[in-house]
């Protein structure tokens, strides 16, 4: 059965597009099969796998541009890959919306600042209307966690705060990884690759980006590294 995974945020910046990628390029390198759905009108995903096509980078993963709702659901429930990666947001949109009655799981990078944090709220209230609507159709709801994403590099006092505000939120849950603002991982994202496809690799982002897949998909062997 196939799992499908919504990377999502009402506010740009917060890393989601680069997330998206790096999540789905570590998948592949699994050896799953993967479907990585480009739901932001800049299409920063699609050209990120338009560039691995084109270095013939193997596995390939099929990608599609859907910023559209109804083009988003279409593509997301015809699938036939095992892990479909939704990238959708960076404002209130009706494709992230629609991603939200699709995906099985939400992911929700939060930079460590105040503005960010404050866009919280914000979101929280669409994911809670979309958990609703879930429930009205029958449907289970969506897990719902965040990520300290783009955040300071050691112990920070500012990336403390953000697991603090997040944890408060009774709409999702805070990830004990910490995704910090690395070269490395926009290097790598730009090219649709993960930064375990890069030589020479970057220890900690390595080490990071391990953390956020094993939390993420605690069922899957570690088969990216």
């Known amino acids: 059965m196939k799992q499908i995974l919504l ?54 993963i099929d ?15 015809g699938a036939s890959a ?41 979101t929280a209230e669409i994911i809670d209307a979309a958990q609703a609507a879930r429930a009205a159709s029958g449907r289970p709801p969506m ?7 783009r955040a300071n590099p050691g112990r920070s006092v500012d990336n403390d ?11 999702f849950s805070c990830l004990r990884t910490v995704i910090v603002q690395r070269k490395a991982f926009s290097a790598a994202a730009s090219s649709g690759l993960s930064v375990f496809d890069v030589s020479p690799r970057n220890p900690k982002a390595c080490a990071e980006l391990a953390g956020l897949m094993g939390e993420l998909f605690p069922n899957e062997v570690d088969l990216w590294r």
């Open 161 to 171: 705060e953000t697991s603090e505000a997040i944890d408060a939120s009774p709409s």
């Open 63 to 77: 990608a599609a541009h859907c910023p559209d709702a109804k083009d988003l659901a279409a593509a997301v429930n």
């Open 143 to 149: 897990v719902v966690s965040s990520v300290v994403s």
């Open 7 to 60: 990377i999502g945020a009402t506010k740009g910046g917060v890393g989601k597009t680069t997330l998206a990628v790096l999540i789905a390029a570590s998948l592949a390198r699994a050896g799953k099969s993967v479907f990585l759905v480009d739901g932001d009108r800049q299409g920063t995903a699609r050209d990120a796998m338009a560039a691995r096509a084109e270095a013939s980078a193997l596995p390939s």
């Open 82 to 122: 095992e892990f479909v990666v939704i990238d959708a947001g960076g404002r209130d949109s009706a494709a992230m919306r629609a991603a939200m009655l699709c995906a099985d799981r939400m992911l929700l990078p939060c930079p460590p600042s105040s503005f960010d944090v404050w866009a919280l709220e914000d």
